[in-house]
């Protein structure tokens, strides 16, 4: 009798300084979230991501890697590419925190909007998305989590290791427990 073959999926790209980080460098967790702006479910786990790394704030490092899945949300390459201009000016978690606040208006003109909102350069950034300035960064991500098994949004890898727990805020918290204990 043969007894299946049990992969566990890892992170395949380790977290670098190009990375967007919150939370201290030498935490003794780290979740890589794999994310797109325009994912709905995305959009329902950052809050309780957000009130995890609040509950957790000397336990958790937290880093963002873009995952578009343009196919079925059109401006979440937009959104990322602007997020990354953003990123380019030291503002990366405040554009991140708008998308996901404001996931109903990432068509262009809302997102104008936003990048205003954020006291950021709405034509500079509108340049810079237009003519794909930050696209391989972006495509980088996106690469990075198909080599780690990403195959839909929001994944989430704890300690490099794939999470298949869920995202509410008491499965996040277990996660982030466990892995602070192993």
Known sequence: MSTPLQVTARLRDPVTNEDHVRGPADAPVTIVEYGDFQCPFCGTAYPNLHEMLRQRAETVRMVYRYFPIANVHPYAERAAETAEAAGA???????????YEHQDQLDPVHLSLGVEQLGLPPDELNTEVDNRV???RVRRDFVGGIRSGVNGTPTLFVNEVRHEGGFDL?????????AANA
């Open 170 to 178: 008491p499965d996040l918290l277990a996660a982030v427990d466990a």
């Open 134 to 136: 930050y696209a391989d």
């Open 89 to 99: 000016r030291g503002r990366f978690w405040e554009m991140h925190d708008w998308l």
